[in-house]
């Protein structure tokens, strides 16, 4: 079935650098994006979403940018800082589907070294 | 900040056992979900909730699962017939409305364990 997925399981970077997490979608239904991160032990925490008819929106320190054309979703952290250290989930959920089912992907692991 | 809280943090039950998972959803919150994590995998979507009926459920959720509003606070999963396979971490959500990028605020989990 079609699925949300990330390209890479894990991501290694030094503190200060700049980190980008993709994901991959195959859903071409799909209207609106979200990434969240969830550190050990918690829940999946909203960090920055974007709907279908932008291609990126920015935040405080991360930008999510929207290539529909290849159905590819990243998130941009700036200055990345060890607090950033957690997994990130891309997920996807479409319109006309009741109940805010979003279907999630499997997880980039970011580590952040000092 | 209010958030969604979750009991217990851990469960440990035998296989075949039933089990009660607990949330408080946000108080102003009128829709609720429950997800699971199994170990080092994605996070999936159980069910939707609202004004007392689920509005959506995937195939993970058969007949042995269920969900209830006992009252106005409490939101709870019920596992019949715990089996092996039901060991994951569960999470909570909810959101104040139904939309399309409504933002899930999702509690800490109860880590289920079935021996």
């Known amino acids: 079935g079609e699925s949300v997925g990330l390209h890479l399981p894990t991501l290694s970077v030094q503190e200060g650098d700049n980190s980008i997490i993709n994901c991959a979608y195959s859903n071409s239904a799909s209207d609106y994006f979200i990434w969240y991160k969830q550190e050990s032990g918690k829940g999946p925490q909203f960090i920055i979403d974007?709907?279908?008819?932008?291609d990126k929106r920015q935040g405080q320190r991360v930008t999510v940018l929207l290539n529909k054309t290849v159905k590819h979703l990243s998130l941009q952290i700036a200055a990345t800082q060890p607090g950033d250290s957690a997994v990130y989930f891309c997920a996807e959920n479409i319109e006309n589907q009741a109940g805010t089912a979003l279907i999630f992907g499997k997880g980039t692991t970011l580590s952040v070294s000092s | 900040e209010p958030e969604v809280t979750q009991t217990p943090s851990h469960q440990v039950t035998q296989m075949g056992q039933e089990v009660i998972l607990r949330c408080v959803p946000i108080?102003?919150?009128?829709?609720f979900y429950w997800y699971r994590q199994i170990l080092g995998q994605k996070v999936e979507f159980l069910v939707s909730f609202y004004n007392n009926e689920i509005s959506e459920k995937s195939e993970i959720f058969d007949d042995q699962f269920s969900v209830e509003r006992p009252d106005g606070s409490n939101f709870t999963l019920k596992i019949r017939s715990t089996k092996l396979e039901d060991s994951a971490m569960y999470f909570c959500a909810s959101t104040p409305n139904w939309g399309l990028d409504e933002k899930l605020f999702f509690g800490s989990g109860t880590q289920l364990s079935v021996l």
């Open positions: 108080s102003n919150h009128l829709y």
């Open positions: 974007i709907r279908s008819n932008m």
